[in-house]
């Protein structure tokens, strides 16, 4: 059987002299290689609706139930208010203390997980350990 031309060797040799002119050139190739395969990139806006029902089904039920208790909540302070807002927007935790900073109020990563574990705890979401709600500090090990 013979080979597609896109199999051959001369083929490959003409896109890997393609793909270095259009790096060069600074566009990126919306495939990658898997071993020996090229793929498309998956960078596709529908990767929600791919999941498996159960999952997209309770991440839905997730944000329905953050957003009911966001209105009817008193929260400990100012910050706690826009965390929980940004989280039930769906904001991951990065995109958060990015959101805090612009508004002059820097918190690390791991305050921001602990203040939306607190929440959900205290509304019933999720249950959390004592273990889990509290910040704990790395040790040094011992010299």
């Given at each position: ?18 793909e ?22 998956q ?30 909540a ?70």
């Amino acid at each position: 059987m013979q080979k597609k031309y896109y199999q051959t060797d001369e083929f490959k040799e003409l896109s890997d002299e393609w793909e270095e002119i259009l790096k060069e050139a600074g566009l990126a190739d919306i495939e990658k290689s898997i071993g020996k395969k090229r793929v498309l990139k998956q960078n596709s806006p529908n990767v929600y609706r791919q999941m498996d029902p159960v999952r997209r089904e309770a991440k839905e039920q997730y944000f329905r139930e953050l957003n009911g208790c966001l209105h009817a909540a008193c929260f400990d302070c100012s910050v706690d208010r826009v965390v929980m807002v940004l989280k039930a927007e769906g904001a991951k935790i990065v995109e958060i203390c990015v959101a805090l900073e612009k508004l002059g109020m820097k918190r690390y990563r791991r305050t921001v997980r602990l203040i939306i574990r607190k929440y959900e705890d205290r509304w019933g979401i999720k249950n959390w350990t004592p273990e889990q709600l509290r910040y704990r500090w790395k040790k040094k090990p011992a010299t």
